[in-house]
């Protein structure tokens, strides 16, 4: 079978370059409160592994023999949370209060009584239900993960009650954790907002590219997990055109396993893979990060596209017909999408793999 998994959201069978994230995490869920790895922020563009590391981080907690429940990055997600994941999981701890019901009766010789056992509705508020969870949990040496993935999609208001509820279990020292990830600009905005200040103490990850070492063997030891190789000539071509992107791996990879012989996967299995890659990128990652973007950015990329990166950030200004400073504006916004990074002094260059080629193509 093939070993790659070209799909966002799955762990792959071999993950790059977050073994150190995930054994700080592992360190301070065993630690005890106050570890800073207890809360983190995981940003990055499209495709860098943020759903992915978010999976490790609740293997890990698993692990740690701590609880982990996934929050819903939806309109609706502390409803869910208080009414649905916390009293299943206080349910299953044995905190949960139930009472029984008298559905029915008849005099004897004819019937017999019968009674149903109902939960209480929901009335308790999200911070009594998740001191609930966590005192429970801190009497058998456990704790509780919460994981939000989308943090960009979340409900302003609905962070702030989260941030209140997580802030008091932190000052009674109670065991508690959240791993939450998103794209580097809404998360800037949000983290903007009243109300999340304990979000912005939460420690900062910044998924960027990976070294082509790490990229390299990942390759390699993916495709042993299938029974082939890469033969030398093959990933030399295989990192070069991932640009250690970590979503790359996964593509190039499963790709060129698709047109490889039974042994090994050779240059010209890699070298007939890479149109397919650059369409498929373009389709999955591309689209989805231009979607919405203002005409003025798109402007800024465009002209980028056209004469080529790295490009001076004065010939863009001059371009756009606008003045150094405002060109500065655009720039900011840019990197924070993760769509272009700095690239010397004066420069800048594009943030995702093969965007130069996905505007000129357009």
């Known amino acids: 079978m093939n070993p790659f998994r070209p799909s966002f ?3 792959p069978a071999v993950v790059a370059g977050r073994d150190g994230v995930v054994a700080n995490v592992g360190i301070a869920l065993r630690e005890g409160p106050g570890s800073p790895y207890r809360f983190t922020l995981i940003s990055g563009a499209r495709g860098t592994g943020k759903t992915v590391l978010l999976n490790l981080l609740e293997d890990e907690a ?24 916390l009293p299943h999981l206080l349910s299953n701890l044995g905190g949960s209060q139930r009472e029984r019901t008298i559905t029915g009766g008849s005099i004897a010789g004819i019937g017999s009584l019968t009674t149903e056992v109902k939960s209480q509705p929901p009335t308790e508020s999200l911070r009594t239900r998740l001191r609930e969870a966590c005192t429970l949990l801190a009497a058998g040496d456990s ?7 989308e943090l960009q999609s979340a409900s302003p208001d609905d962070l702030h009650l989260l941030s209140d509820a997580l802030q008091d279990l932190v000052r009674d020292e109670l065991p ?4 939450v990830a998103g794209l580097p600009f809404e998360i800037a905005e949000l983290l903007d907002l009243p109300g999340t200040t304990f979000l912005r103490r939460a420690m900062p990850i910044q998924l960027g590219t990976l070294p082509d070492s790490d990229v390299s063997e990942t390759f390699q030891a993916t495709a042993r997990t299938g029974g082939r190789i890469f033969t030398d000539d093959a990933l ?11 979503y790359l791996i996964q593509v190039i990879g499963s790709i060129s396993w698709v047109f490889a012989d039974e042994d090994a996967i050779s240059e010209d299995s890699v070298r007939r893979a890479l149109p397919q890659v650059r369409e498929r990128i ?15 950015e798109r402007e800024y990329l465009e002209i980028m596209a056209s004469t080529g990166a790295p490009t001076p950030t004065g ?3 001059a371009t756009m017909g606008i003045p150094t400073n405002q060109q500065t504006t655009y720039r900011r916004r840019l990197i924070e999408r993760g769509l272009i990074t700095p690239s010397g002094h004066g420069l800048v260059d594009f943030g995702l793999p093969y965007l130069g080629d996905f505007l000129r193509a357009r």
Do not use: F, K
């Open 236 to 246: 030399q071509l295989a990192v070069a055109a991932c640009r250690g992107y970590a």
């Open 315 to 317: 010939d863009i200004a």
């Open 176 to 179: 508690v954790a959240l791993a």
């Open 143 to 149: 704790g509780l993960l919460l994981t939000l993935d």
């Open 9 to 11: 959201g799955i762990t």
């Open 282 to 296: 373009g389709i999955q990652v591309h689209q989805p990060a231009l979607r919405g973007l203002p005409e003025r």
């Open 62 to 85: 698993t692990t740690a023999h701590w609880q982990v429940i996934r929050i819903p990055a939806s309109r609706d997600m502390i409803t869910e949370l208080r009414d649905v994941s």
